[in-house]
């Protein structure tokens, strides 16, 4: 869930809420600039106070042509902080470069190397082109997240009821995503109190392969937090699936059919996916 931290009603809203990750935002949000540095210092204000405590927090920083990008990196590699989410990534240089420069900031402060994780934003139509290079770019990328405002502008399209304009982004970013082991992050739902087309959308991302969605409004949470969790059928067909395929195997079968629907690795690997996301949800 996006927070502009240099808004303390909203940080203190955050902190109660069941996001999953806080993105602390020092980058679009934070106006005038001169807000930069309050919002960089109510980050670390808030953790030291413990506000944030037990909290997964990824301040978004500014992009490397901002100015600001030193500043955000140095003063919040501190413990608490996650790893940051980059905007604006348009290849995999960019991503690179934040590595090395976390690199140099870590091995001064004592810092033990790789700490620091990253989630590149995918907001343009060169980053699209980009996104597997992105995503392979530095170790430290844990997830990707796409920003479709951003992409549907340099797009030259319009956003539509349907989602045509930004279908074919999301299929790319999802399958670079999964080609190169990070986690693919759905973007924000710009119909901010609207539920149903909310809950329209996350049965498409799901669908699509999206493991998450960028989330304005805490009041869309339990909505998200509904579709990206496994149901309850879900967890018992990956329990049997697992019972089933250990069943065969003992039996020298390898792979098995119940009720007339094969049973085989990749429903398996499927349903171990499913119990190894509940397992990281518990």
Known sequence: ???????????????????????????????????????????LRYIADGTFSGRILYPRINDRESGELLKDIYQLTVPGINGFVYPKATCGQDIYFIGKLLETIEYEKKIPVGTFKLIPLIETT???????????????????????????????????????????ARTQIVTAAKAAGVIPIDTVHIKVHDWEDLEKNLILSKKLGFEGMLVLNPKELPLVHKYYSPSEEE????????????????????????????????????????????????
């Open 126 to 168: 060169g980053a699209v082109v980009n996104v597997y290079e992105i995503c392979r770019a530095c170790s430290r990328v844990v997830a990707i997240a796409f920003g479709c405002e951003d992409f549907v502008t340099d797009l030259g399209g319009e956003h539509d009821a349907e989602g045509i304009s930004i279908f074919n």
């Open 235 to 282: 967890i018992e067909w990956a329990k049997e699936m697992v019972r089933l395929s250990d069943e065969s195997f003992k039996e020298g079968r390898g792979v098995a059919v119940v009720n007339g629907k094969f049973i085989g690795p990749p429903m398996l690997k499927k349903a171990e996916k499913i119990l190894r996301k509940v397992e990281l949800i518990g």
């Open 1 to 43: 869930m996006f927070v502009p931290a240099h808004n303390d009603r909203l940080m203190n809203s955050a902190a109660r809420s069941s996001a999953d990750v806080l993105l602390l935002d020092i980058e679009d949000s934070v106006q005038p600039a001169s807000n930069k540095q309050v919002a960089r210092d109510n980050i």
